[in-house]
Each structure stands twice: as structure tokens, then as C-alpha cells.
């Protein structure tokens, strides 16, 4: 199964601060079609998750400029730049390349 | 607009079945994906399993001896089963479409 590392495990942030978390796959996401299906997720306190970035870098309808992804092959960062209240949460990147589609640990975002 | 809704018990007992319903709205199950995804109490989330547009099936391996997930596409509705229940199968079960939409998720406690 393909291990997705995600650093740090936690963050303390300010609001307006910019924060990058990493991930990182055991194997190469690039897929046979040459697409990279790299997700970036996050889970608000007692909510569902919610998909924020899907292949690397495309935001989902309504996902905020203020988040980025960006990587390749075995190394991915979401970039949250600006960091506003509605932002704090758990975030999780996913792996849809190879079986079993796996996740990373995830990064709780905290208010300092 | 795109719904998903889990239902099934709150309360199943060592070693029974566990049957959970995923009713779809919005979309075509002959069109998208729909994976089942677990998370135990203050833990990260685990992929469980899909079915394909197509009717295929895709499980995790650690789960593949106890998980079977069907389809009635005349309901909208997807289902997992998965038998010889413990403890650490608590936890919130969610449904999603190809990731960009969720239910809201059922809590399962496994519990004599």
C-alpha cells in the first residue's frame, strides 16, 4: 500500500498568518494516464471532510484562492496563505492513483 | 443538487454484521464512483472501499475478507456490509462521491 507522510502533525497558527503543510508518498502518483491524483481534504470540527484541491493543484468550486497546491510525483504541499478562523480544522491529503486509495495521518490546524 | 445520506444501526453487537445504506441524490451511480471511508473516535480516516460506475468493486485489503459493497441503481442506493464486527470497528462511517461530496456521515458503535 502506498504511505502517505504528512508533516507536521499539528500547527499553531495566527489569523493572517501563511502555513504550508507537506505530504509525502512512499511511491510515484503519477497515473498511467499521466495524471497525479493528489487530494487535499479538510474536516472542520464535527463535520464531514471536504475536498479543497484535487490533482495537485485545482481548487474545488467555491474553495478559496487563499489555497494552493502544488508538487509532483512523490512530493506534494498545500499552501494556505492568510489564514482566516473558517480555516482551522484537520487537513488530510489522499492518494486516488494506485489501490488501496490511502490518506495521510493529518495536520490539525489550531489557533495560537 | 448532489446528496448523499448514510443510514443503518448505531449499535451493533461483537462479532454480528454491519449493513449500512448510502441513498444518492443528484446524480447517476452509473456515472461517479462512490467510496465508503470509516474514522474511529479521534482518529484519522481509512479507505474502505468503492464501487465503480461501471459496478466494479475495489476494497482495502486489510478489510477485503469482511466487506462487500453492492448497488441498487433503480434506489440510488450503495451498500456495505461487513461482517464479524469488534470493537475497533467503532467509528463514523461516511459515503462520498468521488470524494467531492460527503454524507454526513452515520456513527457505529460496536458494543455488547
Known amino acids: 500500500d502506498v504511505v502517505m507522510t504528512q508533516t507536521p502533525p499539528s500547527l499553531s497558527v495566527a489569523i493572517g498568518q501563511s502555513v504550508s503543510i507537506s505530504c509525502k508518498s512512499s511511491q510515484s502518483l503519477v497515473a498511467s494516464d499521466k495524471n497525479t491524483y493528489l487530494n487535499w481534504l479538510l474536516q472542520s470540527p464535527g463535520r464531514s471532510p471536504k475536498r479543497l484541491i484535487y490533482?495537485?493543484?485545482k481548487l474545488d468550486s467555491g474553495v478559496p484562492d487563499r489555497f494552493s497546491g502544488s508538487g509532483s510525483e512523490k512530493d506534494f504541499t498545500l499552501k494556505i496563505s492568510r489564514v482566516e478562523a473558517e480555516d482551522l480544522g484537520v487537513y488530510y491529503c489522499?492518494?486516488?492513483?494506485?489501490?488501496?486509495?490511502?490518506f495521510g495521518g493529518g495536520t490539525k490546524l489550531e489557533l495560537k | 443538487q448532489v446528496q448523499l445520506k448514510e443510514s443503518g444501526p448505531g449499535l451493533v453487537q461483537p462479532s454480528q454484521t454491519l449493513s449500512l445504506t448510502c441513498t444518492v441524490s443528484g446524480f447517476s451511480l452509473t456515472s461517479y464512483n462512490v467510496h465508503w471511508v470509516r474514522q474511529p473516535p479521534g482518529k484519522g480516516l481509512e479507505w474502505m472501499g468503492r464501487?465503480?460506475?461501471?459496478?466494479?468493486?475495489s476494497y482495502n485489503s486489510a478489510l477485503k475478507s469482511r466487506l462487500s459493497i453492492s448497488r441498487d441503481t433503480s434506489k440510488n442506493q450503495v451498500f456495505l456490509k461487513m461482517n464479524s464486527l469488534q470493537t475497533d470497528d467503532t467509528g463514523t462511517y461516511y459515503c462520498?462521491?468521488?470524494?467531492?461530496?460527503w454524507g454526513q456521515g452515520v456513527m457505529v458503535t460496536v458494543s455488547s
Open positions: 464501487m465503480r460506475y461501471n459496478g466494479d468493486t
Open positions: 490533482q495537485v493543484s
Open positions: 489522499l492518494q486516488g492513483t494506485h489501490l488501496p486509495q490511502t
Open positions: 462520498t462521491r468521488n470524494w467531492d461530496y
